[in-house]
C-alpha cells in the first residue's frame, strides 16, 4: 500500500512524472466559479467548458452526485470533474458535502488511474466551498488510491 502525500503546493501543477489525474469536486447544479475551478479555469479552459457542456446536456448522460468526467488537458494530464456536491449552501440538510458520491466519484478516478497509469493529485477534496470534513474524505482517499498502489499527492495551498 502507498502512502498518501501531502504536500505544501498548487494541484494545478502536480508535482510527479508520467500521467497524472488532477481531481476536484464539483456541484450538481452546473455552477463553476467559486474555489479550486477558478485555479483550473486560469490554466485550462477544456474543464469548465466540458462540466458546463456536460451539464446541459445531463438529460441524455450520466451527469448527477456520484459521475466523473475525465478532461484531458495536455497529453499526459487530465481533469476529473467529480459531482460529489449537493447544490452551493449549506441548509437545513447540512453542508452540500455528499461523502458517498465523493466515494463512488474516487472509485471511478481509480478505474482510470489504473488503466493509465497515472498518479492522482488533488486539493483537500469536498473540503472548501462543499463544507465536508477531512477526517471523512481522507480514508476515502486512502481506500480508493492508495490501497491499490495508485499514487496520491494532497495539496495545501499556500
Avoid at 492522482?120 to 465536508?132: D, E, K
Wanted: glycine letters at 12%; a positive charge.
Amino acid at each position: 500500500m502507498l502512502e498518501l502525500r501531502i504536500v505544501k503546493g498548487d494541484a494545478t501543477s502536480p508535482q510527479a512524472k508520467g500521467p497524472k489525474i488532477i481531481a476536484h469536486v464539483s456541484n450538481d447544479l452546473g455552477g463553476w466559479g467559486k474555489g479550486f475551478v477558478l485555479a483550473l479555469s486560469k490554466r485550462w479552459p477544456e474543464p469548465e467548458r466540458a462540466f458546463r457542456r456536460w451539464h446541459r446536456e445531463r438529460a441524455g448522460n450520466d451527469f448527477g452526485l456520484g459521475a466523473t468526467q475525465l478532461v484531458r488537458v495536455q497529453p499526459d494530464l487530465w481533469v476529473a470533474n467529480m459531482v460529489g456536491q449537493h447544490g452551493l449552501k449549506a441548509g437545513s440538510g447540512g453542508p452540500p458535502v455528499r461523502y458517498e458520491a465523493i466515494g463512488k466519484c474516487l472509485e471511478t478516478v481509480a478505474a482510470h488511474a489504473l488503466e493509465l497509469g497515472a498518479s492522482v493529485h488533488m486539493p483537500r477534496i469536498g473540503c472548501g466551498l462543499s463544507g465536508g470534513k477531512w477526517e471523512r474524505i481522507e480514508p476515502m482517499v486512502v481506500a480508493s488510491l492508495c490501497e491499490r498502489d495508485i499514487p496520491a499527492t494532497v495539496y495545501d495551498f499556500d
